[in-house]
């Protein structure tokens, strides 16, 4: 597996993508970059998703090793001397570009002067490990001298900017903002009229001892009243302005706790956020009121502006059901679909597959730079995992796990962590209209790996039911399968089930670019979905996967794992 190594890991170096959403009441911070803006600038400049994750540097960069070919983009504060040093001598890590690493050469970051923190952002993402449905680092422990962090097997070609000065002058330009925008809090009435007034007026500065939990201010103290310094506790969130009872404010950042007893009086708008990252010690801040309508606007016009300067990367991953050849013809179109998807979901034992399909499987996935997932089923090998079959919750609940423990023993044999689980056949559809059905797939796949992701069809009970327990879900949608509905497949026994491969590729660019399909009356509806899947047992598979392949390229769309 290529890797990048950490030679020196800086001030505080960790990495970092856009953070888990949505786990609060769990007592699971948002987490992620604490400059939003800059990673989503670097990502976008190498063609990557904006939720790719990077290297976030604090104050002083780290010295990386690379042993792999990567395309690299440095985003955010200034660093003068950030350098590549390889066998043909030094040269220059200019800001905003894509800039290519190659074999063995050394990234050298060294001080970010202006600004407090830059990201290191790597053609098709950082592979750290995913928890929660993020790679994102929590407040403890940086990266140290020795780490490594895992690169894309499979990199993108090398994108061409042909003048990115204009965008890191807007970047520039908006990271040296020194106003935060703030909504009035939750506790306003807690406090004497005048600790708005201050809090407007004054001019604080960055305490030393801040960090990714928050931002400590020094300088003024806010007004507060006697009691309201500590409050019963309650939800919290990135941007709260908090004010204890020594008056003065301190600012959530992405790792704060999920609950706090100290008053609101105010909160720093979404558009402002990315700022709060950006803010060394002992920087001169100031704070200013505008409204809930303002701060919506503002926030519009942020995503508006940017978009305008640097279009949304459009990229989307392709997934195949493989690991299921029984004839010669079959493993050889298999072989030829796996070259042609960024994910597999490997047959492990229910419904087709053993030790030795799963290890050849794996082998070709990991060569064609595949993310790897399990795919368990009813144990129906007769019927190839298409009828459901009766069990009790605890029964189905150990085979799914019997299942994915298969395939995940002979991953990690191969240092390979599996990315996700997504079931088969009659299983798929039964945990979309069966909850006991669905929570027995969860339970399984948490048992094996608590941060493994549970595909599911796009729009299905599925979804909502991991999700709302807790689950890192993807939601599918198919490129060679008819539809009826928006979350309803045409029956494999009626006619226009299967797609031809000229229609495959249109379904799926459909799908990946208007978030819509079509059913055989012609009645258009949404699927929103995050990643495509091909069936390698078709007929004509391997040409329905070049057709997909072909059309995402002429749509402008790159193929990445999720």
Sequence with gaps: MSQCRVLHPGAHTTVQDLGRPG?????????????????????????????DAAFECALVGPTLGFDADAITCLAGGECRDACIEGVGGVRPLPACTPTAVRAG?????????????????????????????????????PLRAGDAVALP???????????????????????????????????????????????????????????????????????????????PSEGATVGVVQIPADGAPIILGPDHPTTGGYAALACVIA?????????????????????????????????????????????????ADVGEALTPEHREAEAAVIRLVSSVNIACGGHAGDESSMRTTLSSAMRAGCA????????????????????????????????????????????????????????????????????????????WDPSMRLVGLAGSRSIAWWRSWGGAVVSEAFADRGYSGPCSL?????????????????QAVSIAVDSSARNAKGSRFRIDAQ??????????????????????????????PL
């Design 271 to 319: 558009a402002d956020l990315h700022l709060l990252g950006a803010m060394p010690p002992r920087d001169a801040i100031r704070f200013a009121v505008v409204t809930r309508d303002q701060a919506r606007e503002a926030a519009h016009a942020n995503a508006s502006a940017l978009d305008a300067l640097l279009p949304r990367a459009r990229v989307i991953d392709l997934n």
């Design 372 to 447: 790897i997932g399990a795919h368990p089923s009813y144990p129906d090998r007769e019927g190839f995992g298409r009828r459901s079959v009766a069990m009790d919750a605890d029964a189905l609940r150990r085979s799914i796990h019997e299942q994915i423990a298969a395939l995940g023993r002979i991953a990690a044999a191969s240092g390979v962590r599996l990315a996700h689980a997504k079931p088969h056949g009659a299983l798929y559809h039964d945990v979309s209209s069966d909850e006991s059905i669905a929570r027995a797939v969860f339970e399984a796949a948490r048992a």
């Design 105 to 141: 050469e050394t990234v050298r970051i060294g001080p970010i002067r202006p600004g407090a923190r830059v990201y290191l952002c790597i053609g098709g993402g950082a592979r750290s490990p995913v928890v929660l449905g993020s790679r994102s680092a929590l407040t403890g422990r």
């Design 490 to 506: 045409t029956p494999r026994s009626a006619a226009g089930a299967m797609l031809d491969p000229g229609d495959a590729g249109a």
């Design 23 to 51: 786990l609060g009441a769990m007592g699971v911070p948002l987490s992620g970059a604490s400059d939003a803006l800059s990673l989503r600038v670097g990502n976008r400049l190498l063609g990557n998703r904006d939720s």
């Design 531 to 560: 990643t495509i899947c091909l069936h390698s047992d078709a007929p004509n598979a391997a040409q329905a996967a070049r057709a997909v392949r072909d059309a995402f390229t002429r749509a402008g769309l790159r193929v990445a």
């Design 153 to 231: 097997s499979r990199p993108p070609a090398s994108i061409v900017h042909s003048d990115t000065a204009p965008i890191a002058l807007w970047l520039r330009t908006d990271l040296s903002r020194r106003t935060l925008r703030v909504v009035p809090g939750l506790h306003t009435d807690l406090f004497p009229s005048d600790a708005m007034r201050t809090l407007t007026s004054a001019e604080f500065r960055v305490s030393d001892r801040s960090n990714r939990v928050g931002l400590r201010l020094e300088g003024a103290r806010v007004p507060t009243l006697a009691g309201s310094g500590l409050l």
